[in-house]
């Protein structure tokens, strides 16, 4: 997956990193093309090893069935997440879904042993509707004003991209094992892929909340200001 350059993406993706009172918002959103050359041809061989290309795989049910993706975490565990899978897709797809993964989160996280039940497709006749208006209302609640003044901007620049109208959605739900943003102080998160057969294209959006107040302390220097403190309060008293 080649990534491709959009002058629009990059200056909203300086916006959507976003401080408020408690949490911080951090998202990007990005455009690859699904042409495949050199180690991606390689990739795909091995991937089809497994099944023809063409061969349908079943996805998990659609995740924006009129709830935000603020609460979709907490449908990641429990009866949900074993409920019957609902949708389809050819091995080629779900190849192209793993490869935007590992590019994008490359190289701190290998998707290569992701399924195709860690994957949604949003129903086509209203997933439109449903995404956009599942992401708006969960960066408009945790950011307010500030994203409502760049909610037209980014919508018109994904359309320009990659034509909303003729996409099929796919989103991302992974267990907490493969998660890339399961760490401590994650609020919520969502990722969704934006697939334009015609144009060999995916826009992916990926965006999660965290919070302010479970920030860990890794450093040297963060450690050592712990003992100083500890010293300190000993010697008061």
Wanted: proline fraction near 5%; glycine fraction near 6%; include cysteine.
């Amino acid at each position: 997956m080649k990534l491709l350059e959009n002058s629009s993406f990059e200056a909203i993706n300086t916006q959507l990193t976003i401080e408020t009172g408690d949490c911080q918002i951090i998202g990007r959103i990005e455009s690859y093309s699904c042409k495949m050359a050199g180690e991606d041809k390689q990739m795909f061989k091995q991937f089809c090893q497994e099944g023809l290309p063409h061969v349908l795989e079943a996805l998990s049910p659609p995740q924006t069935t009129g709830i935000s993706p603020n609460k979709l975490s907490q449908s990641q565990s429990g009866d949900e997440a074993e409920g019957p899978l609902s949708d389809k897709c050819s091995r080629k797809t779900l190849f192209y879904l793993i490869a935007t993964l590992n590019a994008s989160f490359r190289p701190d996280y290998d998707f290569s042993r992701t399924k195709s039940h860690d994957f949604s497709k949003e129903p086509s006749s209203y997933c439109k509707v449903n995404v956009l208006n599942a992401v708006n209302s969960s960066l408009s609640s945790a950011a307010g004003g500030e994203f409502s003044r760049l909610q037209p901007q980014l919508w018109q620049a994904v359309d320009d991209e990659i034509c909303l109208s003729e996409c099929d959605i796919y989103s991302y739900r992974p267990d907490l094992d493969s998660d890339p943003y399961g760490e401590e102080g994650n609020l919520w998160s969502f990722n969704y892929f934006f697939y334009n057969k015609r144009l060999k294209r995916i826009v992916f959006f990926t965006c999660r909340s965290v919070s302010v107040f479970m920030t860990p302390v890794d450093s040297e220097t963060g450690n050592d200001l712990d003992l100083d403190l500890e010293e300190g309060t000993s010697l008061v008293r």
